[in-house]
């Protein structure tokens, strides 16, 4: 690309930030490079959800990347409603079936390294990437530099780059979010600077989530009609559940168990508030993440009912995970730069939602940067535009989830018979909604300079 129209830059080569580059590589005049701190370009995690609110997001890319997700889901996407979730009280002998969620169009659930490889084929030459390129900071020119003058990139093995956008997609750890507020709180009052500066960091959300893949011919050996071999099932308790679906077109059950520290759970959005370590320290590089053997992997939920014990007696081993999660954040851009994804409103995975969220990041940044009328001068327009329209819909669905993680916990004041409803309603926006109404808006105020968007 001889002449382009500016230079992006995305430090984060995970789902987010590979979403934002296929999204991005539509636009000719736009070049994208792509800075991954690891090795290859590469996913860890288990399994990911998509409601049918972000996938419809990810239809907009084409039948081609349709097709290629659906074929790793093993299933078609429908609009229809359909049974989704099943929920059942199991912290006692005998489960009972408390509700079945129905959804207007199926949670797609696919293998998160499944994912990544999608968007990785759908990549183009003309997209660089970058491998083993951690940030360590950057630097934005200086009000009243000429505009194109470039931000600056540092990295860990001492290499620099420019660009004329940077986007950071780099997850809860992020280098950028840090970087970015401590430029955001310069000149604030001390009171106000001081409430920016508690946004850098994460936090733990009082909640640890145990994690792994059971292998579906080993439970299908021990049970053969395993119901999680087939259907998505929340096994309910007191101040700990865990879920179970199929995944990688039925080799896998994933898994994944929490337990609820209720009184860490009620501080965790307050801004402002010192919240306490967890009570474990990890026992891999990563100290949010310890390594657990079955029989440790298995012990909150050792009194459930028998089938949730055909499920545990599969478990090989597992890892526990210290649930962080980043306050809300005053903003999520500052002049040429801005956050998304994780980076931006990590949060808790009660809703299944993080994913989904970052994947609508990343096509109204694609819908504000690659707008005709946005030019290098008007970037920081357009990144306020996607602060405007994106933060406050990412707030309200990290604390919907948080409640959602508290209702299958027991932990909030519903009889058991109404528990599916509230439920429902807590979480229907993402069947129910779209982002569409959002780009439209978008689209709206980067053409009419008018409006104010701060």
Not at 52 to 68: C, I, S, Y
Request: charged share 25%.
């Amino acid at each position: 690309m001889s002449n382009p129209k500016y230079r992006i830059a995305i430090c984060g080569g995970g789902v987010g930030g590979l979403t934002l580059a296929v999204a991005l590589s539509r636009y000719q005049d736009i070049a994208v490079d792509v800075y991954e701190a690891a090795q290859s370009f590469c996913e860890i995690g288990a399994g990911v959800g998509v409601w049918p609110r972000a996938f419809r997001v990810l239809r907009k890319f084409g039948p081609d990347f349709e097709q290629q997700l659906l074929q790793r889901c093993g299933y078609d996407y429908t609009d229809e409603y359909v049974p989704t979730v099943r929920g059942r009280k199991s912290d006692q002998a005998v489960g009972i079936d408390l509700f079945d969620l129905m959804t207007k169009g199926k949670l797609m659930r696919l293998h998160r390294a499944d994912f990544h490889g999608v968007l990785l084929s759908f990549l183009p030459p003309s997209c660089a990437t970058h491998n083993a390129k951690r940030l360590i900071s950057y630097t934005q020119p200086l009000e009243g530099s000429p505009k194109n003058s470039p931000i600056t990139l540092t990295f860990t093995d001492e290499s620099t780059a420019t660009c004329d956008v940077l986007i950071g997609a780099d997850g809860i750890k992020s280098t950028v979010r840090p970087c970015m507020l401590r430029e955001l709180a310069e000149g604030l009052d001390p009171d106000e600077k001081e409430s920016v500066l508690s946004c850098m960091s994460p936090i733990w959300s009082g909640v640890a989530a145990y994690r792994t893949l059971v292998s579906a011919e080993k439970l299908r050996a021990r049970c053969p009609d395993h119901r999680t071999l087939r259907e998505f099932t929340q096994y309910m308790g007191k101040d700990a559940y865990f879920l179970a679906y199929p995944v990688s077109l039925g080799q896998y059950v994933n898994f994944a168990g929490f337990t609820l520290e209720r009184d860490v759970v009620d501080l965790a959005y307050k801004a402002d508030t010192e919240i306490p370590r967890p009570s474990f320290k990890g026992k891999t590089n990563d100290e949010w993440v310890s390594e657990l053997t079955a029989q440790q992997f298995v012990e909150p939920f050792k009194d459930f009912e028998e089938d949730a014990q055909h499920l545990l007696e599969c478990v090989e081993k597992g890892t526990l995970w210290a649930v962080h999660t980043v306050k809300t954040l005053p903003s999520t851009n500052f002049r040429r730069v801005a956050i998304m994804g994780d980076a931006a409103h990590a949060m808790t995975p009660f809703q299944g939602s993080g994913a989904g969220q970052g994947i609508e990041d990343a096509y109204l940044l694609m819908t504000v940067l690659g707008h005709k009328s946005t030019t290098l001068e008007t970037v920081p327009r357009a990144l306020a535009i996607y602060d405007k329209l994106r933060r406050p819909f990412s707030s309200e669905v990290a604390l919907r989830s948080m409640r959602g993680g508290q209702l299958c916990a027991f932990q909030e004041d519903v009889p058991l018979h109404e528990l599916g409803d509230a439920i429902t309603k807590n979480w229907e926006w993402a069947w129910l909604t779209d982002l569409d109404d959002a780009l439209e808006e978008a689209v709206r105020l980067v053409e009419d300079s008018s409006i104010d968007v701060n």
